[in-house]
């Protein structure tokens, strides 16, 4: 009998199968038919799909019946990759090797002598200011790519303003982390390598000394804390309330929800009717838009800060144990606008106070001029923050915050006038210049600008 034949195949199907002979007679003659095609000439053989997928009982590797406990390994290399970003890796690479030759100085002073320990000392001081300046240049070069590639993208190539937004928000957040985490680590190094300065640190800090910090655990903990000041131990709570959880991420859905359709009812048309008064600078009209376009951004800025800073920030806070929850004070009052600055975003302003005043100040520059500089660093993020989104850097956004450091100076002294008038004064300025002069004047600019280069305003129009 031909394996090559039809008729091979007709008399293997009329062997019964109701047997198990005759079930094995049939499975041989088919092993042999194939191995004979092979060798016969290469001919090839027709698939049969009765391939037996389902032989046995099976569970699930994640169901708690199953026969052996799934490896998470992927996961962990997840969180490494995407969830903490790259940038604070390449931090933690780079503190990881300058915490190793801290260490290794430090057994070599214990292993000498006094009188070889001073030589070692003025040598070792030589050597760690030559690689301490590597070791800050890779931090600025590493934070500085943080925020220089997302900018890049985000103006050469995202065309989605609230998209763009998002991924800028991000890109700062990560940079001034970074930052943040580079100079604490640099301090906590020196005072390793000096003892006598070890004596100022703040005792919380005693509970995870340097270099026992340096871990990707510690810095996992810091990039997902809401904080933008790293330290090595942070106050925590005993357990999560998982109750208070989700009663704060409902109310941050519900206001996003409000937010979006605010935006979408009220302050689009407004924007939209604005851009031809804008195009022929018919100032009366601008400045109606302007007024009505006020009340609308008034209230998505307070239901857009109650959700981030009410909402969100204590939602992630008490999933991470995170106790210190006081992201603002009652900037409402403000009685006058450095106070507001001071306490309406409480994360920013410990990295200002933190990073920027108070090194200053400690370098000999008055506390004015400290201040100045602080809000003309914050202009420059706030210009990236808007003006990239939006593929326009006009510099209004920078121009506002500069302009802030006169009204501060206007208001610091109805702050300490003897009772409330002064109080009333200075607060009534401040939601004056807060609700009519700063976010509608700029929300105005800049979409004008957006719809100028992508929209329905024509380069025609705004001749």
């Excluded at 699930?60 to 290399?77: A, I, M, Q, V, Y």
């Excluded at 030759?101 to 030559?130: C, L, P, S, W």
């Excluded at 006081?326 to 001071?342: A, C, H, I, K, M």
């Excluded at 975003?345 to 200002?352: A, D, E, G, I």
């Amino acid at each position: 009998m031909d394996p090559s034949d039809g008729s091979s195949s007709r008399d293997i199907n009329q062997i019964p199968t109701s047997t198990t002979k005759g079930v094995a007679i049939r499975e041989r003659i088919n092993a042999v038919s194939t191995n004979s095609s092979k060798s016969a000439g290469n001919a090839p053989v027709k698939y049969r799909h009765v391939a037996a997928v389902h032989s046995r009982s099976r569970t699930s590797c994640l169901s708690s019946d199953s026969e052996r406990t799934p490896s998470f390994l992927g996961f962990r290399n997840l969180m490494v990759i995407v969830l903490i970003p790259c940038h604070l890796f390449v931090a933690y690479i780079i503190e990881l090797v300058a915490a190793q030759q801290a260490k290794g100085a430090i057994g070599r002073m214990k292993r000498d002598n006094d009188e070889v320990k001073d030589y070692h000392d003025a040598q070792a001081r030589k050597t760690f200011q030559a690689t301490w300046i590597v070791i800050a240049w890779a931090h600025g070069i590493n934070a500085t790519l943080c925020l220089l590639v997302t900018t890049i993208v985000v103006y050469g190539y995202v065309n989605h303003p609230l998209i763009g937004t998002i991924s800028e928000v991000h890109a700062i957040i990560v940079w001034l982390k970074n930052c943040s985490y580079a100079f604490t680590n640099r301090d906590l190094r020196h005072a390793l390598l000096n003892p006598s300065s070890a004596a100022s640190l703040p005792e919380i800090y005693a509970e995870c000394p340097y270099p026992r910090n340096v871990t990707l655990r510690n810095l996992s903990y810091f990039w997902w804390a809401p904080t933008l000041v790293y330290q090595p131990v942070y106050p925590r709570t005993k357990d999560i309330r998982w109750t208070f959880v989700v009663k704060r991420l409902a109310e941050g859905a519900g206001l996003s929800i409000f937010i979006w359709l605010a935006s979408a009812q009220y302050a689009a048309p407004l924007l939209h009717n604005s851009l031809t008064k804008i195009a022929t600078l018919d100032v009366a009209s601008i400045i109606e838009r302007l007024m009505k376009l006020s009340t609308v951004s008034l209230i998505v800025w307070l239901a857009g800060f109650f959700a981030v800073f009410q909402s969100i920030l204590n939602a992630l806070a008490e999933i991470m144990r995170f106790g210190d929850r006081e992201f603002y004070s009652e900037w409402w009052n403000s009685p006058s606008v450095g106070t507001y600055w001071r306490t309406w975003n409480k994360p920013v302003y410990h990295f200002m106070r933190r990073h920027i005043f108070s090194p200053l100040v400690g370098r000999g520059w008055s506390p004015r001029f400290a201040s100045a500089m602080v809000f003309v660093f914050s202009g420059f993020l706030h210009e990236l923050l808007v003006g990239v989104p939006t593929h326009n850097i006009l510099g209004v956004a920078f121009i506002g915050m500069v302009v802030q450091l006169p009204l501060i100076a206007v208001t610091m002294p109805l702050e300490k006038m003897q009772g409330v008038n002064g109080k009333i004064i200075g607060n009534s300025i401040f939601w004056i210049s807060f609700c009519l002069v700063g976010q509608p004047l700029a929300a105005l600019l800049y979409f004008f600008a957006w719809q100028a280069k992508y929209g329905s305003v024509s380069k025609q129009q705004i001749r």
